[in-house]
């Protein structure tokens, strides 16, 4: 799934084209990429049309739009996208044909590009929720953490919750109530770059260890967010279909075997949460297991 870059790249093409504009028409293609609205297709059209795109927002890995009728000062609901594995938010002129795995168009009354939902494993979808506090948080997103890049974002707070959670430090990293937007191909390079390994125990972990954890997210993201993102296929790119360039700069993600540009180690690779974990064992040593 995309990551916090990833999902930044898009948000910053959104807000460019659609904030704003007021949604004349929306046509919803496959059943399942509104699976997550209670009414379906026909509610999620009718609680769209007529709404003007407010403002695009982000919290971690979530997104979503802030919906305002003309007159309303602050939203009333919110436009909340799960791109899933394969969901792209496409701008595209009226008069370009039509994507074989669309699935919802926007048009607005303006006339201009179409916002459309692209999803060819359709895991993804579109949702229009309430919203909720003084943030004006779409409700299933209001549990989740700060991230590194948020300017409210409290590093000594999430420290302190990495070093309460018992666990190893990637599986807390990957905690989205904790801290939010890092995803495995981030955690791994964060990891590399703060020498821990992934699965140091959490309780073990001190300030200061935790602070330079913290930070190399923030600048790994940072470049990573410089790039484009990380797009491995075609499928995670921009609002104007184009992929980011980031893969080239991975460390230690997806180089099994290739040298760790630190050292010069073989990386290596291990089974971690149905996923893979990439380390390298020299910059990053297995902690050592403790004596009954």
């Not at 999902?7 to 509104?34: D, K, M």
């Not at 699976?35 to 982000?58: D, F, I, N, W």
């Not at 394969?86 to 009354?109: M, N, T, Y």
């Amino acid at each position: 799934m995309p990551e916090l870059p990833e999902v930044e790249v898009v948000r910053r093409g959104l807000a460019a084209h659609v904030t704003g504009r007021r949604v004349r028409a929306v046509e919803v293609f496959h059943p399942r990429s509104v699976r997550r609205q209670a009414g379906g297709a026909p509610e999620l059209v009718e609680r769209l049309t007529g709404q003007v795109l407010r403002a695009v927002k982000r919290r971690g890995k979530f997104l979503w739009v802030e919906l305002a009728s003309v007159d309303a000062e602050a939203p009333e609901a919110a436009l909340l996208a799960h791109l899933g594995m394969s969901g792209q938010l496409l701008v595209q002129p009226a008069e370009r044909d039509d994507e074989k795995h669309l699935r919802i168009r926007l048009r607005f009354d303006d006339a201009g590009p179409e916002l459309r939902f692209v999803d060819q494993r359709t895991f993804g979808g579109l949702t229009v929720t309430d919203v909720t506090g003084p943030d004006a948080l779409p409700v299933p997103v209001a549990h989740i953490g700060r991230d590194p890049m948020d300017p409210a974002f409290d590093a000594e707070a999430a420290v302190g919750g990495l070093r309460r959670r018992r666990t190893g430090v990637k599986r807390a990293l990957l905690d989205q109530t904790l801290v939010s937007g890092i995803g495995n191909i981030y955690a791994d390079e964060s990891l590399w770059r703060a020498k821990l390994h992934y699965e140091r125990p959490t309780a073990t972990l001190t300030r200061p260890e935790g602070r330079r954890l913290l930070v190399a997210a923030r600048e790994v993201m940072d470049e990573a967010l410089a790039a484009g993102g990380t797009s491995f296929d075609a499928l995670y790119v921009d609002v104007h279909g184009d992929s980011g360039y980031f893969d080239r700069a991975l460390a230690v993600y997806g180089q099994e075997d290739r040298p760790c540009p630190r050292c010069g180690t073989p990386v290596r690779r291990a089974p971690f949460m149905n996923r893979s974990s990439y380390w390298c064992p020299t910059c990053q040593p297995r902690p050592r297991r403790r004596h009954a």
